[in-house]
């Protein structure tokens, strides 16, 4: 079955970074963007970014996060990789990836699959 | 950029039909036609009901629907059931470099 499954929780400290992966499996990887939002305790969802796993690679960032953010992806794991740096403690959050609910190059920002979320904790 | 607003709770009892708003700009939900609908419960990941203002999922109930007029989206569950009590977020396309916002969030009671 389609899975997203996401790397484990990590504690951090301020000014340090941050990789967090989600692998892909039960569907053709390069078929749908991934997008990451996270969402800070008590909370509501805050988009991140998307990125196109296949061939074209393409990335877009959320201002918010420009500069810090970087997702990658490795399509021989079929796994992709969201990397936050400068981390402060307003960046305590779960951190989700999710498959775009459209296939082949278009996306519509709507997620159909999620991972379980990944806890990353900032705090000195 | 300001998220969407959405209210902050909404209730209702079983068999009942109610409706949350999600209100943004021309910019946004006036704009395009990228507005979603998320369902979560307390503890586990968003589950998309309703993309693209009205189209569901595959395997999503159809008492879940969506709409829009003007900058204010729409999401209608009819026939409430106990299990639909959850938090609903919607999300929108922007042309701002934000790219998508979400709503602060629409606490749902099913009395």
């Known amino acids: 079955q389609v899975q997203l499954v996401q790397s484990g929780a990590e504690v951090k400290k301020p000014g340090a970074s941050v990789k967090v992966s989600c692998k892909a499996s039960g569907y053709t990887f390069t078929d749908h963007y991934f997008h990451w939002v996270r969402q800070a305790p008590g909370q509501g969802l805050q988009w991140m970014g998307l990125i196109n796993p296949g061939s074209g690679f393409r990335t877009t960032y959320a201002q918010e996060f420009q500069g810090r953010v970087t997702m990658t992806r490795d399509t021989s794991t079929t796994t992709v990789y969201m990397e936050l740096s400068s981390l402060r403690s307003d960046d305590t959050a779960v951190y989700y990836c999710?498959?775009?609910?459209?296939?082949?190059?278009?996306?519509?920002?709507?997620?159909?699959?999620w991972g379980r979320g990944t806890m990353v904790i900032v705090s000195s | 950029q300001s998220a969407l607003t959405q209210p902050a709770s909404v209730s209702g009892s079983p068999g009942q039909s109610i409706t949350i708003s999600c209100t943004g700009s021309s910019s946004d939900i006036g704009g395009y036609y990228y507005v979603s609908w998320y369902q979560q419960h307390p503890g586990k990941a968003p589950k998309l009901i309703i993309y693209?203002?009205?189209n569901r999922p595959s395997g999503v109930s159809n008492h879940f629907s969506g709409s829009k007029s003007g900058n204010t989206a729409s999401l209608t569950i009819s026939g409430l059931q106990a299990e639909d009590e959850a938090d609903y977020y919607c999300s929108a396309y922007t042309s701002s470099r934000t790219h998508v916002l979400f709503g602060g969030g629409t606490k749902l009671t099913v009395l």
């Open positions: 693209e203002v009205s």
């Open positions: 999710a498959r775009d609910v459209r296939t082949g190059d278009a996306y519509s920002y709507a997620s159909d699959m």
